[in-house]
């Protein structure tokens, strides 16, 4: 069974002109991995679900407040006792934790959102390719294993160019 | 300061090389170190053990002054913890080139220094293991704690920034430990590659990174200003003459920020001399940080000069009494210590020539951090001792073992840290390689156009 293409590339502009020969050729799915983020060199096709991070830490964040408010509600109800003549339910005190809570629940949101939407990013790259990674290897995978032979030589090419190893 | 390295960037892995020098065999100086520090914990330990044994006795602690030396060591702790994530998110959005040479470092010394903190308060409190009491939990006492009191919303601020901290250093250290796993051998192979929690560097996931990492910035600077202003609520929201005044949020903020600017020097130096990393840490964010550290102290001696102001002017006895004993009583010599460290040392930064002088700027950051511990005694102590009631006045002096328990403090945060640069890098690799890659990037980018 035919592979993807993987191209190693021993620096970002020689990663970057294979990114650009590629376009030349139609492709603009090509992925990337490298030890750092690659200024201009995301990929068009791919899915971003970048966007969605915000959202999950504001939900993050209205849980924290939620569970701040009926902790503080519950526990001072539970203990009944007025202190420093405030009333039990006291929303200016409360203020602080639920502030706290707030941040900490939309911090934690945020983490676990990235980690979960990483390992689904990630599937895009196979193990190898993404073993190759360091921080002198930029690698370029190009998913042509369904392309037919004489395309699939073009962007062989393509990567060729510049690169230090093409695989597959 | 020699910075030979510094004009020719150094590239790929040579980079890695040098970043990563901190993880090399510890040497023979980290091992004494290591060494000196782990004593200083073992005898801390030993003096909290004498405190749990014969009790709270053993301390100084006595009416009226019931907050001493550990109380002291927690609020400076907890404002050395304030500054490094501070910083580091904040130079995170300036771009600043300063943010690869030390967020790291100002990162973990945050996390570091507020664990450190944290065993003050639970040491005070005598009967440490029930310290538990503090935390909302239905029990068979039918107790919970008070949510109207500060020193609940301490416990709340102090857990929620010591989380989001360490989520905010773990996440920036990802990129890094995902690319340790791949290169280093033996028993550190597996540890990393499961602390990477399998990323790999792809586009997909920088891009991820590249939008979670500033929400979380966003999160964490809030969060930062919050909890020392609630550790300054602590004194605050009494009604105790010198503590009870609207400055002390912005007081503490000041005061934080200025005393974790100290120690990142004091740190940073050390990682530079220690691991040769003189291309990344360079004079210039020296020079850097001691126009921070003037500007800070500017503002702390503003904030002094404030306070005397507003207990004379206010015309309050027991203020006045508070101020007066704080620069003529028997804590005089402190106070007077305290201007001379905070307000007048760190004046020499004016010059350019101290400035670029790496000696002088440590001996500066050592007595800034001598400073603020000692600020935080007088204003501590110095209202408790002089209250409302003169019939109640004392004076207090820290016993052997309350200072030993401060001095293990200190050995445990330098413990700490010695584990944590020999374990994980302590400069990014990812964002130092970034910075490289820009350039190539803007060149294609150029062609293009």
């Not at chain 1, 190759?132 to 032979?149: D, G, K, L, N, Y």
């Not at chain 2, 773990?170 to 796993?181: C, I, N, R, T, V």
Request: proline share 5%; hydrophobic share 55%; aromatic share 12%.
């Amino acid at each position: 069974m035919r592979e993807d293409l993987v191209a190693i590339y021993a620096d970002p502009r020689a990663a970057l002109r294979a990114l650009d020969a590629l376009h030349g050729e139609d492709v603009t799915t090509a992925q990337i991995a490298s030890s750092a983020p690659l200024p201009g060199a995301h990929a068009e096709g791919s899915h971003d679900r970048s966007s969605t991070l915000g959202w999950i830490a504001l939900c993050g964040a209205l849980t924290g407040l939620g569970c701040a408010m009926a902790l503080q509600v519950a526990t001072s109800d539970s203990l009944g006792l007025l202190v420093g003549a405030k009333p039990i339910v006291s929303w200016t005190a409360f203020g602080v934790v639920m502030f706290e809570l707030t941040m900490l629940f939309a911090g934690a949101a945020n983490f676990i959102a990235l980690i979960v939407l990483c390992a689904v990013a990630r599937r895009q790259v196979s193990r190898r390719a993404r073993d190759e990674v360091s921080s002198e290897r930029i690698v370029v995978v190009v998913r042509a294993r369904h392309f037919a032979e004489r395309r699939r030589a073009a962007i062989r090419e393509c990567l060729e160019g510049t690169a230090a190893e093409v695989q597959g | 300061m020699n910075d030979t390295n510094a004009s020719s960037a150094p590239r790929g892995s040579a980079i890695e090389r040098d970043t990563l020098a901190t993880l090399s065999r510890p040497s023979r100086t980290y091992w004494i170190l290591l060494g000196i520090s782990v004593a200083l914990v073992a005898i801390g330990g030993v003096a909290w053990t004498l405190a749990l044994r014969r009790g709270l006795g053993v301390l100084g602690l006595d009416e009226p002054v019931m907050w001493g030396a550990l109380i002291t060591t927690f609020v400076f702790f907890i404002g050395v913890s304030h500054s490094g994530t501070l910083v580091s998110a904040i130079l995170y959005f300036t771009r600043s080139p300063l943010r690869s040479a030390i967020g790291r470092s100002a990162e973990a010394m945050t996390v570091i220094t507020i664990l450190t903190a944290g065993l003050y308060p639970i040491i005070h409190i005598g009967r440490s293991w029930l310290f538990f009491f503090v935390l909302p939990y239905p029990s068979d006492r039918q107790l919970w704690p008070n949510f109207r009191s500060p020193l609940t919303w301490d416990v709340f601020a102090i857990s929620s920034y010591v989380l989001v901290s360490g989520l905010f250093l773990y996440m920036g250290m990802l990129p890094d430990l995902a690319l340790l796993g791949r290169q280093v051998r033996g028993w550190r192979r597996p540890l990393y590659r499961f602390l990477s929690l399998g990323f790999a560097g792809t586009d997909g996931e920088w891009r991820l990174f590249e939008t979670a990492y500033p929400i979380f910035a966003a999160i964490v600077i809030p969060l930062a200003v919050s909890v020392h202003s609630v550790v300054s609520w602590d004194f605050a929201m009494t009604l105790m003459p010198g503590w009870h005044s609207a400055i002390f949020a912005p007081y503490f903020v000041a005061g934080a920020i200025f005393s974790g600017i100290a120690m990142a020097i004091l740190l940073l130096s050390a990682l530079r001399r220690g691991y040769r990393l003189h291309s990344y840490i360079k004079a210039e964010h020296f020079e850097l940080l001691s126009k921070l550290l003037l500007a800070m102290s500017l503002v702390m001696t503003f904030v002094y000069a404030t306070e005397f102001f507003m207990a004379f002017f206010r015309g309050s006895e027991a203020e006045m009494e508070v101020f007066r004993s704080r620069a003529a009583g028997p804590y005089a010599p402190m106070f007077w210590l305290v201007v001379a460290c905070n307000s007048v040392a760190p004046l020499a930064c004016f010059w350019s020539r101290v400035r670029r002088s790496l000696p002088a700027l440590i001996a500066i950051a050592v007595l800034v951090t001598v400073g603020m511990w000692f600020e935080r005694f007088v204003f501590i102590v110095t209202t408790l001792a002089r209250n409302f009631d003169p019939q109640n006045w004392g004076t207090y002096r820290p016993t052997v073992p309350e200072l030993l328990i401060c001095l293990g403090g200190f050995g445990w945060f330098a413990m700490l840290f010695l584990i944590f640069v020999k374990v994980f890098p302590s400069m990014s690799v990812a964002e130092t390689l970034q910075a490289e890659y820009a350039a190539p990037a803007a060149e294609v980018e150029a062609s293009h156009a």
